[in-house]
Nanobody
Framework: QVQLVESGGGLVQPGGSLRLSCQAS????????ISWYRQSANDDREFVAF???????TYADSVKGRFTLSRDSAKDTVFLQMNAVNPSDTAVYYC??????????WGPGTQVTVSS
């Protein structure tokens, strides 16, 4: 069983930046698939970004050019850098990972609120 814990959420003004972290309980090098999803109060869970351990990264159109996914293997941590945020980015952000299939393990989520 792999535990994932997100952190870094909070209140940010429109146009501002925030960096979310996802700490894994195992070596992230063993996690073939790592993703971020988000869910706002009245919407379905939405894909944000996806990383394979070969370095391939995919972003949702809604965040492309504003969000950046990266990882620090030495710290077993994945980061989601969020820039130029807007109110539509308000949601609970979830980190997910899998060793053989995507989305096998999920963190509890971290709340991001974009508001002035």
């Amino acid at each position: 069983q792999v535990q994932l814990v997100e952190s870094g959420g909070g209140l940010v003004q429109p146009g501002g930046s925030l960096r979310l972290s996802c700490q894994a309980s195992t070596s992230i090098s063993s996690l073939k698939f790592i993703s971020w999803y988000r869910q706002s109060a009245n919407d379905d869970r939405e894909f944000v970004a996806f990383m394979k351990n070969d370095g391939t990264i995919t972003y949702a159109d809604s965040v492309k050019g504003r969000f950046t996914l990266s990882r620090d293997s030495a710290k077993d941590t994945v980061f989601l850098q969020m820039n130029a945020v807007n109110p539509s980015d308000t949601a609970v952000y979830y980190c997910t990972a899998g060793q053989t299939v995507p989305g096998r393990f999920w963190g509890p989520g971290t709340q991001v609120t974009v508001s002035s």
